[in-house]
């Protein structure tokens, strides 16, 4: 079994409000991803990281910021809520040529 | 344009039946492609991959699949399903190429196991 850890399980919260969410991976892999999934619709990335103090934006454009300060790190910030970021999001990580492992994902909805 | 796509939004599929779930890719590269499981409220896990050699490949919970790079699919099978495999199952293909490791995903299907 993966660890890799996502916190929090579900988050309500009010517009214009700062959030982070938190992924961690005690695996030591290198490479760290961030999906948005919808219902009924396909995982989109949004983030990836190759390492420490490397990131990329992926194909779907998000609002959102990450860093990747420490290896086993990967929080995910939305500086401004807003109702349109209600999603699930889902946190991976892999070594190099391995799969990748998922957390079980934090829920946000944004009133 | 690279894409997955899964023609199946929804089976249902009595417990003890065979299942087949279908995904086909449009892909200019090799493809390294994989099946991944979402019970609900859960990530996704791993049930098994395809990066070379033998064409049909054996996952976790009994499942397996089979590619076929002439028709470019790649389907799930599991010859007798178990209440327990009622999930979302979802195919995922990268470029052998891709250092990166990003995963182009289909939508997914949902599969409902009826007693």
């Known amino acids: 079994e993966a660890d890799i850890y996502q916190t929090p399980r579900y988050l309500v919260i009010g517009t214009g409000k700062k959030i982070t969410l938190e992924c961690s991976q005690t695996m030591g892999h290198d490479k760290m991803y961030w999906y948005q999934q919808d219902p009924g619709m396909e995982l989109h990335l949004i983030h990836y990281?190759?390492?420490?103090?490397?990131?990329e934006k992926g194909d779907l454009s998000s609002e959102s910021t990450v860093s990747r300060i420490r290896t086993e790190h990967f929080p995910l910030t939305l500086e401004s809520a807003r109702p349109s970021h209600t999603s699930q999001y889902l946190c991976?990580?892999?070594?190099?040529?391995?799969?990748?492992?998922f957390g079980n994902g934090t829920r946000l909805t944004v009133t | 344009a690279q894409s997955v796509t899964q023609p199946d939004i929804h089976i249902t599929v009595s417990e003890g039946a065979s299942l087949e779930l279908r995904c086909n890719y449009s892909?200019?590269?090799?493809?390294?492609l994989f099946w991944y499981v979402q019970s609900p409220g859960q990530g996704l896990q791993l049930l098994l991959k395809?990066?070379?050699?033998?064409?049909l490949v054996q996952g976790i919970k009994g499942f397996e699949a089979e590619f076929k790079r002439s028709q470019s699919s790649f389907n799930l099978r599991k010859p007798s399903v178990h209440w327990s495999d009622a999930a979302e199952y979802f195919c995922?293909?990268?470029?052998?190429?891709?250092?990166?490791?990003?995963?182009?995903f289909g939508a997914g299907t949902q599969v409902v196991v009826t007693p």
């Open positions: 395809y990066f070379s050699g033998d064409t």
């Open positions: 990281s190759y390492g420490v103090n490397s990131t």
């Open positions: 995922a293909v990268v470029a052998a190429t891709d250092s990166w490791g990003k995963l182009q």
């Open positions: 991976a990580s892999r070594m190099s040529g391995g799969p990748l492992h």
């Open positions: 892909y200019g590269a090799t493809p390294y």
